[in-house]
């Protein structure tokens, strides 16, 4: 049920798995302290459209002088520059009360499709603690990503996909390009009865909060009950003192009073209630109407702004005129909502400005509102469509290195695969010392034997016995070699030594998947760089992921091998 919340609305988010603590309380304590002194169009410049914050040349000198370093942009102050946008995001770009609360000394975040807590949850990248730093929270150790698949990637893993929601045929074509799922559109049981008014559309976002009040009290005096939707718990709180501060009585409900949800929406349909609620009661809930208001016109539904996708709206419209009862909705949107400021046009700006506080109520206004969220729906439509194509790559890797693994965990004997590695090194290691500039190649056998004494290999080969001998037979000799020497070794515990030699194989492979998911995201980071020399991001990042990925699988071979040959062997008697 509501399949469009998980496979489109949380989908621009990867699933991550982490563990594992880095010390790093006190960078974020500092970053906090500099950003707090800085100002807006002096040392820092904000892009509302991108969400983006950036410091300016005067910013860059006052952070060289704070951290006392020369040139902030050099190899090794990276770990500060990080931290220092952190801490710009956290002060000047997320806010409390919309993006998360503080409870109980923790940061909480706030699903904004959904308005409700998503505790257990943290930002990713440090964000976190840098919110905690802002907010004067215990700073949680930050962690490493163990395992990360997005959304997409998840639900694919399923031979059959199917769900219902009221609210797919905008997303129609993601679902198709995406998850190759068809929209079916059903008709309602009872013909819909709600009247949608177009939007009520201001200049200035106090004009329409009076406006907003003003109608909620007109249908509080009639009995009308009423259902106020907003975005975030912020907004919720303002209406609420509002309405105190004319004696309307109401219920609000957010992520702060989610505990009495049942009970709120069991009282919100009934005879002059008021109920202020954050997109909570936005998804599925059914509020029943109470006795005599089916004829004062059902339940008026009011929402203090457009959420950026129209489906979100659709769902709040939605709670009223449900099988076929009355209702009606209406937006109140003011041209300083987030929405009008990031997506909206300029000459909706110019309007509004020569006609102040006079609301303008026009197909053609609502028109454009549905516009900018169209826009924006393409922006996250992009960006879910860019996440997925990135962790294609990952993907791939994922289940090579999953299937690997799942093999060692199933088999008690892994005595096999630690014998081919033992063998791909001894290749690897063979083919970089022959050289093929010349008409015929030249193997360096003194640099192999060499190099192999240097993994552990103890038995001495003749070199003299080696020369004549193709590359494909060195390989041959030395491996067999190299593997007789360690089950000699091992003759007379092999019984023991074997589970040792699982766990040992498999802590590698995590150890270096762990670190590969790392590097992996932090070229995804600076990928997009590319394109300023012409380059396609995305098939640099398909092209240097592979190499990696190759690099890593030579290294983890290595280190058994490395392990195998130096492990030292210790019998003790027992005491009688």
Request: glycine content about 6%.
């Amino acid at each position: 049920d509501e399949v469009d919340s998980i496979l489109i609305d949380e989908s621009r988010t990867p699933l991550i798995i982490s563990g594992g603590q880095k010390q790093t309380a006190n960078l974020y304590i500092q970053a906090d302290r500099f950003v707090k002194d800085l100002k807006e169009g002096e040392d820092y410049e904000i892009d509302v459209k991108a969400k983006s914050i950036i410091l300016t040349d005067e910013g860059v000198s006052k952070a060289e002088k704070a951290f006392k370093v020369k040139n902030l942009y050099e190899l090794e102050h990276t770990q500060t520059v990080h931290h220092i946008s952190q801490a710009l995001r956290a002060n000047y770009i997320m806010h409390n009360d919309v993006e998360y609360v503080v409870q109980e000394d923790e940061i909480v975040i706030v699903d904004q499709n959904t308005g409700r807590l998503m505790k257990g949850r943290a930002y990713s990248d440090g964000l976190h603690q840098a919110i905690e730093a802002k907010e004067g929270v215990s700073i949680k150790q930050e962690t490493s990503t163990l395992a990360t698949i997005t959304y997409q990637n998840f639900f694919r893993l399923y031979n059959k996909l199917s769900g219902m929601t009221g609210t797919a045929k905008t997303e129609e074509e993601e679902f198709l390009s995406i998850y190759n799922m068809r929209v079916y559109e059903i008709p309602t049981n009872r013909d819909v009865a709600r009247i949608d008014y177009p939007d009520a559309v201001f200049g200035s976002q106090k004009a329409k909060f009076e406006a907003l009040v003003e109608e909620v009290k007109e249908c509080h005096e009639k009995g009308q009950p009423v259902l106020v939707g907003t975005i975030a718990v912020e907004t919720s709180e303002f209406i609420s003192k509002m309405l105190k501060s004319r004696k309307i009585p109401h219920e609000i409900l957010n992520a702060k009073n989610h505990a009495r949800e049942a009970e709120i929406i069991q009282f919100a349909g009934r005879k002059g209630a008021v109920t202020i609620a954050t997109n909570m009661a936005g998804r599925g809930t059914d509020i029943k109407l109470g006795e005599g208001v089916r004829e004062l016109g059902g339940l008026a539904v009011i929402g203090s702004e457009r959420h950026e996708s129209r489906r979100i709206d659709n769902q709040l419209r939605g709670r009223s005129g449900r099988q076929g009862d009355p209702g009606y909705s209406r937006f109140y949107v003011s041209v300083q909502d987030e929405l009008m400021v990031r997506f909206g046009s300029e000459r909706m700006e110019g309007l509004f400005a020569q006609l102040g506080d006079v609301p303008i109520e026009s197909k053609v206004i609502t028109k454009s509102i549905g516009n900018a969220q169209k826009r924006v729906e393409g922006v996250n439509f992009d960006s879910r469509k860019a996440l997925l194509e990135y962790d294609d790559v990952l993907r791939q890797q994922r289940e090579i290195i999953y299937e690997q693994r799942n093999f060692i965990l199933e088999n008690e004997d892994v005595h096999t695969i630690v014998e081919d590695m033992f063998k791909r090194v001894i290749t690897n290691n063979i083919s970089s010392h022959v050289d093929h500039t010349g008409k015929e190649d030249v193997i360096h056998v003194e640099e192999i034997l060499e190099n192999l004494e240097k993994m552990g290999f103890k038995e001495k080969l003749n070199p003299g016995d080696l020369r004549e001998k193709t590359v494909e037979e060195l390989v041959e000799i030395c491996s067999q070699q190299a593997w007789k020497e360690y089950e000699d070794k091992i003759a007379q515990v092999k019984e023991q030594i074997l589970p040792i030699e699982k766990t040992m194989v498999l802590k590698v492979i995590d150890r270096a998947w762990v670190n590969h998911i790392d590097i992996m995201s932090k070229l995804r980071d600076g990928i997009g760089l590319r394109s300023y020399a012409q380059a396609n991001p995305l098939q640099a990042y398909v092209q240097e992921g592979y190499e990696m990925f190759e690099d890593m699988m030579v290294r983890i071979s290595q280190e058994i091998v490395g392990f195998c040959l130096n492990v030292r062997i210790v019998i003790e008697e027992r005491k009688k």
